[in-house]
């Protein structure tokens, strides 16, 4: 057999087997008119000549797609991976897709707009609290490419999220029933995530102390907490995230305050975190499924689908860190 290169291609597959080119690419095809005597012919001439199936590059020329889905997560890939909030709609996208020739791309929301222009995706999951959503979406927007939330405040442009400003009522009416008044807010940094729930929590409690943290970190919780115990004497700390929540607690540890005959703290998502043996009283989101549904409605979308505007249900959890309000000074 002739060859110009040592590249083997479906030309030779189809030559080694006895059958046209057309015959030879049906036979790595799904659901492709041919018999199975002759595609397991083909594929046992593929096989021995080493050749693993068409480039996908020439399928996507032909048919417009990449077959691959953005995942929009944090610029520091790092960071993204110790977040389980992250890593939870990571696992509900990868379900999704199982069953699908679809594969995955990190997308950070630090990618310039030129980049964004020409990145190879058939559609994007918004993974989380991106300060960037909004460029992103216009974004693709301009190439007609879906864009859907997942994690983030529901809207009505492309989201499986949770209402937070309901779901943070549903804290603060726990904690109004304990007898606090006097609370601290430990802020997410950005986003309509943090604009909903800092809404609702200082509906709940006018006057409340508010603390912003730079990121969803256990340090962050302890740094913002000591500063908002610095300042004054909460019976209560709204974290708004559990991440936070954790540091908040081992903040009140650290100067000698139980949690919660003297500090009630709450936290936002409803993960388990590695070496934190409390039960935390918390809103508990289906994370995973919100991955899972935001990539189904983006491989559906590529079909002509709508973008959905889906409210998921969460559950207040009551643990062990909050309990009636003390009479600290």
Do not use: W
């Not at 990190?106 to 994007?124: A, K, M, Q, Y």
């Not at 995530?193 to 006018?206: D, G």
């Not at 936290?267 to 388990?272: E, T, V």
């Amino acid at each position: 057999m002739a060859r110009g290169s040592n590249r083997i291609t479906l030309v030779h597959v189809a030559e080694a087997a006895g059958v046209s080119l057309s015959t030879a690419s049906h036979a790595f095809g799904v659901d492709k008119p041919i018999s199975e005597a002759t595609r397991a012919r083909v594929l046992a001439a593929a096989a021995e000549l080493g050749y693993e199936g068409p480039d996908p590059r020439a399928r996507s020329l032909r048919s417009g797609r990449t077959d691959t889905i953005g995942v929009q997560v944090d610029d520091e890939a790092g960071r993204a991976f110790r977040d389980p909030v992250i890593i939870g709609i990571l696992d509900g996208v990868s379900a999704a897709l199982a069953a699908s020739p679809t594969s995955v791309l990190l997308v950070p929301d630090s990618v310039p707009e030129e980049r964004l222009r020409t990145l190879p995706v058939d559609g994007i999951v918004a993974a989380g609290c991106s300060p960037t959503l909004t460029q992103l979406r216009a974004a693709m927007a301009k190439r007609s490419i879906p864009v859907v939330t997942a994690g983030n405040q529901v809207d009505d442009i492309g989201s499986v999220g949770v209402e937070n400003r309901a779901a943070t009522r549903l804290l603060t009416d726990h904690l109004q029933g304990l007898g606090h008044r006097t609370v601290g807010v430990i802020r997410l940094r950005h986003g309509d995530v943090e604009r909903a729930r800092t809404e609702a929590a200082l509906a709940a409690f006018p006057g409340a102390e508010v603390a912003v943290s730079a990121d969803s970190t256990i340090d962050e919780g302890f740094r913002a907490a000591d500063a908002l115990l610095r300042r004054g004497a909460p019976t209560a700390i709204v974290a708004q995230s559990d991440l936070l929540a954790v540091g908040a607690v081992r903040a009140a540890e650290a100067r000698g305050l139980r949690v919660p005959e003297d500090l009630s703290i709450v936290g936002f998502d409803g993960i388990r975190v590695d070496g934190f043996a409390r039960d935390l009283t918390t809103i508990r989101q289906p994370i995973v499924e919100m991955g899972r549904l935001a990539a189904q409605a983006v491989l559906a979308a590529q079909d002509g689908a709508p973008l959905p505007t889906l409210a998921m249900p969460v559950d207040l959890v009551v643990g062990d860190t909050t309990g009636p309000a003390s009479q600290r000074a």
